[in-house]
């Protein structure tokens, strides 16, 4: 019964890892920030499940502990990052806004 968890686990975790990749590669490809910002968020919570699975697996709760800092930051990145992108998107378009007024 335990080979079988450890099977499992193992295929999840080399599914997850490839998903992460593509996330990666959108994050690089883009072609908008939207795009950029959605695989981040998509890259720390796949992290996050990885780490969540390693604890199960390796019976190491302290990685538990590692996980929730991780989804916390992740959060944390994908808030400041949205807000840096709105700024500068809203700056973008009052002054473009402003030349085809005058």
Request: glycine share 8%.
């Given at each position: 019964?335990?080979d079988?968890?450890?099977?499992?686990?193992?295929?999840?975790?080399?599914?997850?890892?490839?998903?992460?990749?593509?996330?990666?590669?959108?994050?690089?490809?883009?072609?908008?920030?939207?795009?950029?910002?959605?695989?981040?968020?998509?890259?720390?919570?796949?992290?996050?499940?990885?780490?969540?699975?390693?604890?199960?697996?390796?019976?190491?709760?302290?990685?538990l502990?590692?996980?929730?800092?991780?989804?916390?930051?992740?959060?944390?990145?994908?808030?400041?990052?949205?807000?840096?992108?709105?700024?500068?998107?809203?700056?973008?378009?009052?002054?473009?806004?402003?030349?085809?007024?005058?």
């Amino acid at each position: 019964m335990t080979d079988m968890y450890t099977t499992l686990f193992t295929g999840v975790l080399v599914i997850l890892g490839i998903l992460m990749i593509a996330c990666l590669i959108r994050a690089i490809l883009g072609p908008r920030t939207a795009d950029r910002l959605v695989s981040m968020n998509m890259t720390g919570t796949l992290a996050m499940m990885m780490i969540a699975i390693l604890a199960w697996m390796l019976d190491a709760g302290y990685l538990l502990d590692v996980a929730l800092i991780y989804a916390m930051l992740s959060f944390l990145a994908v808030v400041v990052l949205v807000k840096v992108f709105i700024g500068a998107y809203a700056q973008k378009h009052s002054k473009s806004g402003g030349e085809a007024e005058t």
